[in-house]
């Protein structure tokens, strides 16, 4: 096995996977669970998510993202994958990727692809429709990551073999 750090490929999509593992449980969860959020009073605080985030919250929808505020129930309903579905798969795409498993081709397929078809529906709406962004390119600045992550992500697991095995070659030859 080749140590994660001989790896820079797979660094930077193991730490974009812990990036959105933290989106998954935060951001995503707040959509699934809170619905529509437009102002600090219509808060009922729990335990999670820290009440500092959900003022943070509620300031980038009021700012830059009224979709993610409004949060239509087909919005809802597309973001409720994400820490009930996705979040379970960063944890063991993270595990794949440090201990090179190549199992892991297929899920990141299926992940990538589910993620880009959400992303051309989101974006679509938060550029031309009904709830588009106040501010275009600080949205597409933070949801570039939404797109551009799952394109390297299948490009990458494209490759065969996904995991160069310098052991099983000596063993081998």
């Known amino acids: 096995m080749t140590s994660i ?4 490929l797979d660094i930077i999509i193991v730490f974009i996977f812990v990036q959105f593992f933290i989106i998954a ?15 600090v ?3 009922e605080f729990g335990l999670w998510p820290p009440a500092s985030f959900l003022k943070a919250f509620i300031w980038w929808c ?13 919005y809802e309903t597309m973001a409720s994958f994400s820490p009930f579905l996705y979040a379970p798969f960063y944890i063991v795409a993270i595990y794949a990727f440090i201990y090179e498993k190549e199992w892991i081709r297929v899920p990141s397929l299926m992940w990538g692809w589910g993620l880009l078809v959400s992303m051309i529906v989101i974006l679509r709406e ?21 797109v551009a992550m799952p394109l390297f992500v299948m490009i990458r697991v494209a490759q065969t073999p996904l ?7 000596k063993k081998t030859g």
């Open 126 to 146: 938060q550029i031309y429709g009904v709830y588009a962004a106040k501010n275009l390119t600080l949205l597409l600045l933070a949801y570039g990551g939404y």
């Open 163 to 169: 995991f160069s095995n310098k052991d099983a070659k």
């Open 62 to 74: 009021k700012n830059v993202d009224p979709l993610l505020g409004q949060n239509p129930m087909w």
């Open 41 to 43: 009073e219509e808060l």
């Open 5 to 8: 750090w001989k790896r820079p």
């Open 25 to 39: 449980i935060t951001i995503d969860y707040t959509q699934t669970v809170y619905g529509s959020v437009l102002s």
